[in-house]
């Protein structure tokens, strides 16, 4: 019997392809406030909680690899990134500093159906990312059973 990839290990790293590293680093660093934790050719990850943040660039893994580099078109999202914060007041706080810094907002903050004030932005590789937090009440029923 073959075990679900997901019983076996935990997700460690989420990995951007990006077009161009240097243009990224300075984003996530200069932007958004990742310190650097590892830089090589092609690619650098960040420190983080958790999850480790990485952007390895489309043409160097392609050449290395042989994994397609083809490039999406603008403005196609391919995944979210989605960042949970402590309140509702802290997504109007980080909109107001982060579009102060450039960073490009879908538009201001919103209590949605799902029961959370988001905010959603790209970087320069129109990755797309999500500050949320809940709001009275949480994230509602799960639905999971649990062995």
Request: aromatic letters at 10%; proline letters at 5%.
């Amino acid at each position: 019997m073959t075990m679900p990839i997901a019983s076996l290990s935990r997700i460690s790293d989420v990995c951007l392809l990006v077009a161009d590293i240097e243009r990224t680093v300075e984003f996530y660093v200069e932007k958004l406030g990742f310190r650097l934790r590892r830089r090589a050719e092609g690619f650098a990850d960040f420190h983080g909680q958790g999850v480790t943040l990485a952007a390895w660039e489309l043409d160097h893994i392609n050449r290395h690899t042989g994994v397609s580099n083809l490039k999406s078109p603008r403005h196609a999202h391919k995944v979210c990134v989605a960042v949970l914060l402590d309140s509702p007041d802290e997504i109007d706080q980080l909109h107001a500093e982060l579009s102060a810094k450039g960073v490009p907002f879908y538009g201001a903050p919103q209590n949605y159906v799902w029961n959370a004030r988001c905010a959603y932005f790209t970087d320069p590789d129109d990755t797309l990312w999500e500050l949320y937090a809940w709001l009275d009440g949480g994230p509602g029923d799960y639905h999971d059973e649990q062995p």
